[in-house]
C-alpha cells in the first residue's frame, strides 16, 4: 500500500513566478492536508481537503495561494507570484474517512521543498 | 484557540539513558487525539506514538511511552533506552481530524 506521494521533491522558482505542489493521498484516504514547515519551526496548518470541498481553510494566506482535491487526480497546492518568504517545506498528509477507520493520525509525505530564489 | 508548547528546545541524551519531553496544551475540546511525532534528518514525519484523550491509560510502543496528564493538559514523552536512531527533531501535536503542533524538541543521542 504505497504512502502519501508528493511531488516534486524539491522546486525551485523565480521570485514571481507560479508553484504547484502535488499530493496523492493514501488508498483509501478521502482526507488530505497541507502544512507548512518553515526553517527551524513547527509545522503550520494550511488547509484541509475533501473530494471536491475545502472543508478548513484557516491556515491559508488570504493572498496567492489556493489548494485543491478534485474528484479525480491529487490534491494540488498553487501559490502565485512567490516570493523568498514563501520558501519552506510543505508537507501533505492524509487520513481515511471519519469513523472506526480513522484514528486520527495524520499520514504525511515526505514533503515538498520550495526554494524561492 | 488551540497551542501546543514544547518548552525544551533541544536536549542531549547518553545513548542507552532514559530521556524525557515535555509538552502542554491548551484546547476546549473535550475529544481529540494526542501524538508524538519524530523528523529525522530526511524530514519524514515518523508518528511515534499516540494517545486518545479519553482514555486514561498511558499509551506504550516498546521503548517509548507517554506520561498523559488530562486536567493539567500535559503529554510528555519518555524515551528508555535510547539509541543513536532516536536523534531527530520530535513534535507534539493534538487535534481532531486537523493537528496542531507544537516548535518541536531537537534531541541528539550522544555514542
Known amino acids: 500500500n504505497a504512502g502519501v506521494m508528493q511531488n516534486p521533491r524539491h522546486l525551485v522558482r523565480r521570485r514571481g513566478q507560479e508553484a504547484r505542489l502535488r499530493c496523492s493521498p493514501m488508498?483509501?484516504?478521502?482526507?488530505v492536508y497541507w502544512y507548512r514547515q518553515l526553517p527551524e519551526e513547527g509545522l503550520k496548518f494550511m488547509v484541509y481537503?475533501?473530494?471536491?470541498?475545502?472543508?478548513?481553510e484557516s491556515g491559508m494566506p488570504k493572498e496567492r495561494f489556493s489548494a485543491e482535491f478534485p474528484k479525480e487526480g491529487p490534491s494540488i497546492l498553487r501559490i502565485q507570484q512567490v516570493v523568498r518568504g514563501d520558501s519552506a517545506a510543505y508537507f501533505c498528509?492524509?487520513?481515511?474517512?471519519?469513523?472506526?477507520?480513522?484514528?486520527?493520525?495524520?499520514?504525511f509525505g515526505e514533503g515538498s521543498r520550495l526554494t524561492v530564489l | 484557540a488551540q497551542t501546543v508548547t514544547q518548552s525544551q528546545p533541544e536536549m542531549s541524551v547518553q545513548e542507552a539513558e532514559t530521556v524525557t519531553l515535555s509538552c502542554t496544551y491548551d484546547t476546549s475540546e473535550s475529544n481529540y487525539y494526542l501524538f508524538w511525532y519524530k523528523q529525522p534528518p530526511s524530514r519524514q514525519m515518523i508518528l511515534v506514538i499516540r494517545?486518545?484523550?479519553?482514555?486514561?491509560q498511558n499509551a506504550t510502543e516498546n521503548r517509548f511511552s507517554v506520561n498523559f496528564q488530562k486536567a493539567a493538559k500535559s503529554f510528555s514523552l519518555k524515551i528508555s533506552d535510547s539509541q543513536l536512531g532516536d536523534t531527530a527533531m520530535y513534535f507534539c501535536a493534538f487535534g481532531n481530524e486537523k493537528l496542531t503542533f507544537g516548535t518541536g524538541t531537537r534531541l541528539t543521542i550522544i555514542p
Open positions: 498528509a492524509s487520513s481515511p474517512p471519519s469513523g472506526t477507520q480513522n484514528t486520527g493520525e495524520l499520514f
Open positions: 494517545q486518545e484523550a479519553y482514555k486514561q
Open positions: 488508498k483509501g484516504h478521502s482526507h
Open positions: 481537503l475533501q473530494k471536491e470541498n475545502i472543508i478548513d
